[in-house]
């Protein structure tokens, strides 16, 4: 069975620092372009960052800008979003999700509907003092 499983969420407090990860099972992440997602309570889920088949390119929503970097490991099989100086409007369920059917592997989106092949459960991520 496909299945990606996301790990590393947890309390932290304002300013911190938290590194999500998203890991394989039983697929092979460097064919697939992977978003990252959150879902804050009784709101929309929103594309948070992506990163490519390739690698080479990267996508992140405006309000994570030069504060969230994803990145990949294909050797561990597992893509990281590394979160720093984190608010607490970043509270969320964080998901993680594969797909395979970009137009190339040079390219990535943060539309969920981008993503139709592999979903993970989410880990939860809290912001607060």
């Known amino acids: 069975q496909l299945q990606l499983v996301e790990s590393g969420g947890g309390l932290v407090q304002p300013g911190g620092s938290l590194r999500l990860s998203c890991a394989a099972s039983?697929?092979?992440?460097?064919?697939?372009?992977i978003g990252w997602f959150r879902q804050a309570p009784g709101e929309e889920r929103e594309g948070v960052s992506c990163i490519s088949i390739s690698g080479g390119r990267t996508n992140y929503i405006n309000s994570v800008k030069g504060r969230f970097t994803i990145s990949r490991d294909n050797a561990k099989n597992t893509v990281y979003l590394q979160m720093n100086s984190l608010k607490p409007e970043d509270t969320a369920v964080y998901y993680c999700?594969?797909?395979?059917?970009?137009?190339?592997?040079?390219?990535?989106?943060?539309?969920?509907?981008?993503?139709?092949?592999?979903w993970g459960q989410g880990t939860m991520v809290t912001v607060s003092s």
């Open positions: 039983e697929f092979i992440l460097d064919r697939y372009a």
């Open positions: 999700a594969a797909d395979r059917n970009f137009a190339s592997d040079r390219v990535c989106g943060l539309r969920r509907d981008e993503y139709n092949e592999v």
